[in-house]
């Protein structure tokens, strides 16, 4: 690594020293260049299995990092990759004050046990001049696709670009955002990408709110009232109806009870396609993205058919 690929990165520094000096056990090593990355991962003992994050990790990343080092085994490579990736946001959405926290997402990953941690720049990840972009054209298109237009195109190019430079076996995502990992799932199989996509549980706060990077930005009031989400799913999960509309509906209601600035969407669709249920759906998703103040908050559940 040279001195000036970290800049002034005090923080990476600090991080490298205690990699390196392993005094909690696991090394973890660091690259910040495709180049290192793609060398370090060529090195790695199979399986090799890939957790990518945009960093300011939480106990629901740790998870997805245990079942990594679960499906690597002893012997195999656990890879996170920790970059806030400028193409997935909108215009006007949180992309500058997006949480960073290197330092302290290093320490997570040693604790979890991970081996590599590759931290790329936006500079040479988009250099000027970049201009391609991944598109899935189906899965993609409801959702948080409808309402953050651009959005899946950026994860899947950067997550595209992550699979070519690190070539994992498998590849560790949360069930949180459901859609990403249908979406992924496709793009991998129809551009024929050699990758398990493997998708872990929510993990929640004793209240039931999902863990996000982007709780923090809650204000205390709104962290209060924000678990309704969960507790209108939960309610949906039991409930008896014919029709996915009164499902939706119901959803909506508890969580309008509590007031959020927005609710982005509620919508009940076939598990397996995103796509309106049918005779042949043999699981629903209840997905719903919702305002808390300038927060968006999105979560989800599975349940059975409806009567
Ligand atoms: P992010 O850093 O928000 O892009 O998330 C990186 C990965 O962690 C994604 O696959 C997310 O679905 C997953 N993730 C985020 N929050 C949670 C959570 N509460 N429980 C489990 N996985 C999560």
Redesign the pocket.
């Known amino acids: 690594m040279r001195r000036a690929e970290a800049g002034a990165h005090g923080e990476f520094w600090r991080c490298q020293r205690e990699a390196d000096s392993r005094y909690s056990g696991v090394p973890v090593k660091i690259a910040r260049t495709a180049s290192r990355a793609r060398q370090l991962c060529r090195g790695a003992k199979r399986p090799l299995v890939l957790?990518?994050?945009?960093?300011?990790l939480?106990a629901?990343?740790a998870?997805?990092m245990r079942r990594a080092r679960k499906l690597a085994g002893r012997s195999g490579t656990v890879a996170v990759s920790i970059f806030v990736n400028p193409a997935q946001f909108g215009p006007g959405e949180d992309f500058s004050r997006y949480p960073r926290s290197f330092g302290e997402d290093c320490r997570l990953c040693r604790e979890a046990g991970v081996d590599l941690v590759f931290h790329p720049s936006a500079e040479e990840t988009y250099p000027a001049g970049y201009s391609t972009y991944v598109e899935e054209e189906r899965v993609s298109r409801g959702l948080c696709g409808r309402s953050r237009p651009g959005h899946f195109r950026g994860v899947c190019t950067v997550v595209l670009k992550l699979f070519n430079v690190a070539t994992p076996d498998a590849a560790?995502?949360?069930?949180?955002?459901y859609q990403?990992v249908a979406v992924l799932r496709r793009m991998a199989r129809d551009l024929n990408v050699p990758v398990r996509i493997i998708a872990?549980?929510?993990?929640?706060e004793p209240d039931g709110l999902?863990?996000?990077?982007r709780n923090r930005y809650l204000a205390p009031e709104e962290r209060a009232r924000a678990p309704v989400i969960r507790r209108a799913l939960l309610l949906a999960r039991k409930a008896i109806y014919e029709k996915p509309e009164d499902l939706a509906a119901l959803v909506r209601r508890e969580i309008a009870a509590a007031h959020p600035s927005k609710i982005d969407y509620v919508e009940v669709l076939d598990a397996e396609t995103l796509e309106a249920p049918g005779p042949a759906t043999r699981e629903l998703v209840i997905a719903c993205a919702v305002f808390f103040g300038k927060t968006r908050l999105i979560d989800n559940i599975r349940r059975k058919p409806l009567a």
């Open positions: 957790v990518p994050t945009m960093g300011a939480h629901g990343h998870s997805l560790v995502f949360g069930e949180k955002d990403q872990a549980p929510t993990v929640r999902a863990l996000s990077s």
